[in-house]
Every structure is written in structure tokens, then in C-alpha cells.
T-cell receptor
Framework: QKEVEQDPGPLSVPEGAIVSLNCTYSNSAFQYFMWYRQYSRKGPELLMYTYSSGNKEDGRFTAQVDKSSKYISLFIRDSQPSDSATYLCAMSGLIQGAQKLVFGQGTRLTINP | GAGVSQSPSNKVTEKGKDVELRCDPISGHTALYWYRQSLGQGLEFLIYFQGNSAPDKSGLPSDRFSAERTGGSVSTLTIQRTQQEDSAVYLC????????FGPGTRLLVL
């Protein structure tokens, strides 16, 4: 079992739709949760960063963390064609004495005009 | 600089040759990471530097891979005797609280 599971998609939705992207994890030591967006032929860029369970909102993006279920989500409201990219979840924590960061496989998202 | 830079942006080499990939982190970032991303795959951790030392090299796939960092700044990832399976995008990131990635070096081994 992978430490972080993310559906690779691809996911294709019409412009304006609400998008839900999800990751599950197995290690309760993960304490910090991130979402990265990666455009084609570019490096990943940090989109959202959360620590605690609950919701964090930034414009059209909402990151949700449920530590009890080991489940994180990223919601995109009023999706735009410019949101088309690969979205990677990432999580970090102190594991076996070392700070460890693990990425999901990434979900490829296409927003159709 | 404004962000993490990597060079070259693209590299095509022949099987068996050595390659060097360079990363210039954000000024002042003491932590530096190397990852590999194969087509359609997530990020595979390779090595982590804190300053000039590498406390975690656990992701290096074989002894053909090595990395160094000098002056707490620039890092070089070297792949010796390249194989076709080494073809991937090699990403570097530097960090204070969270990681900021460079654009990557696309390596193609023919």
C-alpha cells in the first residue's frame, strides 16, 4: 500500500463546474498537507498549505483536511480553463526521526470551455 | 534570484554517457531537494540537503546517481553511465517552510 493514494484521473469537467480532488493516506504522523499545481512542462507550484483538520479557503480554492479519516480534498469553484493542470497532493511529518515529505501521483485535470 | 532555477532545461544524451544537472535554489534556503518525475508519475524523492550535507540519500536509485552541494547554495546531480530508464524530468526544490520547485531538467537517454 502506498503511503499516499491519489486517483491519477484524467478528470475532465466543463467550465464553471465544481471540481473535487482527493487524497488518502495511511500514516497518522503526517501533520502538514499541501496541494501543488503543475502545468505542462513546468515545475509544481504550491497552491495551498494546511496544518490542522478543517477547511482553508483561498479565492476559488478550498483545501479540506480530515485527519480522523486520513483524507484530504481540494475543491475548485467556478473552474476555469486556466485551471487545467496536474494537481499533486503532498504531506509531511516526522517519521522515524526524520521530516519526510510524500507526494501523491497527481490528478490530471482538464476544464473544457 | 526570484525562484529556483535549473539547467539545462533539456538534455539529450546517449546511453552510457555521464550527465550533470544543476540547481540554483532560492537565496537563503538551506534545505534543497532533488526529485525525479517520470511520464505520468508522481514525484520520486531522490536526495535531501541541509546546508552542504545530505542527511537523507535514501531515494537515490543506484550508485550511478550522486549529488553534491557547495557553499550551501548550488547543487549538482550527476548520473553516471546513463541508462534509458533514467529518462525523466529531474526537479529541484528549495525550502524554508514549504518547498518551491524549479522548472526541471528534461533528460532523454537514447
Amino acid at each position: 500500500q502506498k503511503e499516499v493514494e491519489q486517483d491519477p484521473g484524467p478528470l475532465s469537467v466543463p467550465e464553471g463546474a465544481i471540481v473535487s480532488l482527493n487524497c488518502t493516506y495511511s500514516n497518522s504522523a503526517f501533520q502538514y498537507f499541501m496541494w501543488y499545481r503543475q502545468y505542462s512542462r513546468k515545475g509544481p507550484e504550491l497552491l495551498m498549505y494546511t496544518y490542522s483538520s478543517g477547511n482553508k479557503e483561498d479565492g476559488r480554492f478550498t483545501a479540506q483536511v480530515d485527519k480522523s479519516s486520513k483524507y484530504i480534498s481540494l475543491f475548485i469553484r467556478d473552474s476555469q480553463p486556466s485551471d487545467s493542470a496536474t494537481y499533486l497532493c503532498a504531506m509531511s511529518g516526522l517519521i522515524q526521526g526524520a521530516q519526510k515529505l510524500v507526494f501523491g501521483q497527481g490528478t490530471r485535470l482538464t476544464i473544457n470551455p | 534570484g526570484a525562484g529556483v532555477s535549473q539547467s539545462p532545461s533539456n538534455k539529450v544524451t546517449e546511453k552510457g554517457k555521464d550527465v550533470e544537472l544543476r540547481c540554483d535554489p532560492i537565496s537563503g534556503h538551506t534545505a534543497l531537494y532533488w526529485y525525479r518525475q517520470s511520464l505520468g508519475q508522481g514525484l520520486e524523492f531522490l536526495i535531501y540537503f541541509q546546508g552542504n550535507s545530505a542527511p537523507d540519500k535514501s531515494g537515490l536509485p543506484s550508485d550511478r546517481f550522486s549529488a553534491e552541494r557547495t557553499g550551501g547554495s548550488v547543487s549538482t546531480l550527476t548520473i553516471q553511465r546513463t541508462q534509458q530508464e533514467d529518462s525523466a524530468v529531474y526537479l529541484c526544490a528549495s525550502k524554508v517552510e514549504t518547498q518551491y520547485f524549479g522548472p526541471g531538467t528534461r533528460l532523454l537517454v537514447l
